[in-house]
């Protein structure tokens, strides 16, 4: 079974930067691209980023291009979300979620394991 655990979050000020890590265990890791997706307060879940095996190819919302950075440690099994600028529009709950290479990025049916999330607050 595969397993994903998000780390990282808390709580920052307007500016500020963070990483989102995201540890892989239960399967291969090469197998899988890994996404991120976040969840505001009374909002629905959506996508974030999302990269390819070597991080050749990145896929990222319009709302965090230029300010977010998604990128993959293979010898590590893990994924990360390098977060700069926040503002308070990014306050959400993070999850990374795994995908099959095969499937399309971007849509959450797509990837078929979630970690259990992790709290980003962005205060002004």
């Known amino acids: 079974q595969v397993q994903l655990v998000e780390s990282g979050g808390g709580v920052v000020h307007t500016g500020d930067s963070l990483t989102l890590s995201c540890a892989v265990s239960?399967?291969?890791?090469?197998?899988?691209?890994i996404g991120w997706f976040r969840q505001a307060p009374g909002k629905e879940r959506e996508f974030v980023a999302d990269?390819?095996?070597?991080?050749?190819?990145?896929y990222y919302a319009d709302s965090v291009k230029g300010r977010f950075t998604v990128s993959r440690d293979n010898a590590k099994d893990t994924g990360y979300l390098q977060m700069n600028s926040l503002e308070p529009d990014d306050t959400a709950v993070y999850y990374c979620?795994?995908?099959?290479?095969?499937?399309?990025?971007?849509?959450?049916?797509?990837?078929?394991?979630w970690g259990q999330g992790t709290s980003v607050t962005v205060s002004s």
């Open positions: 979620a795994a995908r099959i290479p095969s499937t399309e990025p971007r849509v959450e049916s797509s990837y078929e394991y």
């Open positions: 239960g399967g291969t890791f090469s197998n899988y691209r």
């Open positions: 990269s390819t095996y070597h991080g050749r190819t990145t």
